[in-house]
């Protein structure tokens, strides 16, 4: 095999769910809308964390033949790096799926219902101001989006229709929405954001957040999911 296309397990990302000393070598991801340290490649999902093949070989024919779709688009490479908030749907089998952070750190699949699945929660990363007036949100997971008006912030989160590509809702960082943390300790846990400090560095913004208990963390780590309630269901708190 090539390695140029594998890594060894030991030196797999951490959010990677994986046993690091069963094998030698992984699947690395390839290029694309994730990092390759916040994102699992498409075939060893489908392998080993869904079960549905016991070999790449078949994980390779399965793509092939269009079976398994992500974000609404069919995917038949197995390298594709699947990260924060995707969707993966099985139409055959009638299964949706969306990766999110557990409580560990690692990222974990959440079966949702094909309601669930015809839609995704994009956060806008940076903008970008084109001719006409016209604005372009950069989002999280490498896609984009051009808007008529500027009445988005960067941190803004979206939630985005597959069908029609069309904006449903959208959470803001402001006092009260729910959170889902995305790093640092408290990972994987929904809280409440209570203010944002603003710092006069190139240091990130501190949030102050409440869930079970008030803690800080940096802007980055938060991603509103919903303004009283989740519109997400999160990974369930598994105790070792």
């Not at 699949?109 to 949100?137: F, H, N, Y």
Request: positive net charge.
């Amino acid at each position: 095999m090539s390695r140029s296309h594998h890594m060894k397990r030991l030196n797999a990302p951490r959010p990677l769910r994986l046993h690091r000393k069963e094998h030698v070598w992984t699947v690395r991801a390839a290029p694309g809308p994730h990092r390759l340290d916040q994102s699992i490649p498409l075939g060893i999902i489908i392998r080993d964390y869904l079960n549905l093949c016991d070999t790449l070989k078949e994980v390779k024919r399965v793509l092939s033949e269009g079976e398994i779709l992500v974000d609404a688009k069919i995917r038949k490479d197995y390298k594709f790096p699947v990260g924060l908030m995707d969707v993966i749907s099985i139409p055959k089998m009638k299964k949706h799926y969306r990766m999110l952070y557990d409580q560990r750190g690692k990222l974990t699949l959440v079966s949702i219902s094909s309601a669930d699945a015809s839609w995704k929660l994009r956060r806008v990363e940076s903008k970008s101001i084109l001719k006409g007036k016209k604005t372009q949100l950069n989002f999280h997971d490498g896609n984009n989006m051009i808007v008529d008006k500027d009445e988005y912030a960067t941190g803004d989160v979206l939630q985005i229709s597959f069908t029609d590509t069309s904006i449903m809702k959208r959470f803001s960082k402001e006092k009260g929405v729910i959170s889902l943390i995305i790093g640092g300790s408290h990972v994987g846990e929904l809280a409440t954001v209570q203010s944002i400090e603003v710092i006069a560095s190139s240091s990130h913004n501190l949030a102050v957040m409440k869930g079970e208990n008030e803690f800080t963390t940096i802007e980055p780590y938060v991603f509103p999911v919903g303004k009283t309630k989740p519109v997400i269901a999160i990974p369930e708190v598994i105790i070792q």
